[in-house]
């Protein structure tokens, strides 16, 4: 999984020799190296302010650029161990620091967690995040079954499982700017939150624009929160997600993040329709497929009435599948269904099984629970 920016450096060559005399009323010195400039000017584009500027021919073919801002460094640059340049303006917001860069990461983490509340629990024992710099990044993405598309990918996630104990992997590029690390962070847990939560099933259904765009959408809500307007825009220039960012932005404007997190999980298509947004409300919530009661110790040698709540009643494993007895249903990872509570029934959606607790969701409220076995039951 990736995050991208686009790696564009504009270099233009002005040719009418009208226009360079407008150009050169505007100013007569390079703006990289302050020499005057002659009867041909180039022109290079910021990527920090989106200004155009005007260059010398020796500035125009330096072979050094700014890894942020794409501007040819000549002075007061900061070369990385893995080849990079940064110029001294945006050395300024880099941060430099791998242990200021995992504190920043701790930070998105918890801010991601109390926006979403509501809505979301992202991973966090489970996930191992590290700091590298481009050349171990780049690496990562040479291991088969991983894309590698841009030199400019910043971030990467993977999945692992290894005895039944899910692990998630995050890798932050070094050195990014404070604002675009804490996006890319984002956008990195949004794909943990992904994999714990979205069946197999809808993952073979679900587009790969789209789970970006989703990624994009809960680190563009991350910089709204953070009154960071030219955050928001980066995200929103992004190509990558193949316009998917700006239909996850409407959609979550018109009916709510809500309905986003449950397209996600149980949509029917694999990407949101530009022509009918409101197919964001198509879902399919799946059945548990009926199967025989595994052998599970209870408190009790004869039948019990049933709780007036949920209540994690025993675990087992079929075939190295956990399976969880939740009130008088038994459950897989990814199963829904309706349990009896009392007198009543409630639907629920079996999130994660582990050595002795169950996550769930009540599809009615979108509330998640931790369920845990009692001592007497393990």
């Given at each position: 999984m990736q995050y991208r920016r686009s790696c564009l450096f504009a270099l233009i060559l002005v040719a009418s020799f009208p226009l360079a005399a407008t150009l050169l009323a505007d100013s007569d010195?390079?703006?990289?190296?302050?020499?005057?400039?002659?009867?041909?000017?180039?022109?290079?584009?910021?990527?920090?302010?989106?200004?155009?500027?005007?260059?010398?021919?020796?500035?125009?073919?330096?072979?050094?650029?700014?890894?942020?801002?794409?501007?040819?460094?000549?002075?007061?640059?900061?070369?990385?161990?893995?080849?990079r340049f940064i110029c001294g303006r945006d050395a300024k917001t880099a941060v430099l620091d791998d242990d200021e860069a995992k504190r920043?990461?701790?930070?998105?983490?918890?801010?991601?967690?109390?926006?979403?509340s509501r809505f979301l629990t992202f991973p966090g024992t489970n996930v191992d995040v590290a700091i590298v710099d481009?050349?171990?990044?780049?690496?990562?993405?040479?291991?088969?079954?991983?894309?590698y598309e841009c030199p400019n990918?910043?971030?990467?996630?993977?999945?692992?499982?290894?005895?039944?104990?899910?692990?998630?992997?995050?890798?932050?590029?070094?050195?990014?700017?404070?604002v675009e690390l804490r996006a890319?962070?984002?956008?990195?847990?949004?794909?943990?939150?992904?994999?714990?939560?979205?069946?197999?099933?809808?993952?073979?259904?679900?587009?790969?624009?789209?789970?970006?765009?989703?990624?994009?959408?809960?680190?563009?809500?991350?910089?709204?929160s953070q009154h960071e307007e030219e955050g928001k825009k980066e995200i929103t220039r992004n190509n990558y997600t193949r316009g998917q960012i700006d239909l996850f932005i409407e959609a979550e404007k018109r009916y709510g993040f809500n309905e986003i997190a449950d397209w996600m999980k149980y949509g029917v298509d694999a990407q949101l329709d530009k022509n009918d947004l409101n197919k964001v409300r198509q879902i399919e919530i799946p059945r548990p497929k009926p199967r025989p009661l595994p052998n599970v110790i209870l408190n009790a040698t004869t039948p019990a009435p049933e709780p007036d709540t949920l209540v994690l009643r025993g675990i087992s494993w079929i075939k190295n599948q956990p399976l969880a007895l939740i009130n008088d249903q038994?459950?897989?990872?990814?199963?829904?269904?309706?349990?009896?509570?009392?007198?009543?029934?409630?639907?629920?959606?079996?999130?994660?099984?582990?050595?002795?607790?169950?996550?769930i969701q009540i599809a009615d409220s979108g509330e998640e629970r931790e369920l845990r076995l009692k001592p007497d039951n393990r």
């Open positions: 010195h390079c703006a990289i190296c302050g020499a005057l400039l002659g009867d041909t000017i180039y022109t290079v584009t910021d990527k920090v302010t989106h200004e155009k500027l005007h260059i010398c021919y020796e500035c125009s073919v330096w072979p050094d650029d700014c890894f942020i801002c794409g501007l040819p460094v000549r002075k007061g640059f900061i070369k990385l161990s893995d080849g920043i990461c701790g930070e998105v983490k918890d801010t991601l967690d109390r926006i979403f481009r050349v171990d990044l780049l690496a990562l993405f040479k291991i088969p079954g991983n894309d990918v910043l971030g990467y996630f993977e999945s692992k499982t290894n005895e039944s104990q899910v692990q998630y992997k995050i890798r932050l590029m070094s050195a990014l700017p404070r890319v962070c984002a956008h990195e847990y949004s794909h943990a939150w992904v994999a714990a939560n979205v069946s197999p099933e809808r993952k073979k259904t679900l587009g790969r624009s789209a789970e970006e765009g989703f990624c994009e959408l809960v680190a563009y809500l991350l910089m709204d038994t459950f897989a990872a990814g199963e829904s269904g309706k349990v009896r509570i009392g007198k009543t029934n409630v639907f629920i959606h079996c999130l994660s099984i582990r050595d002795n607790v169950v996550r």
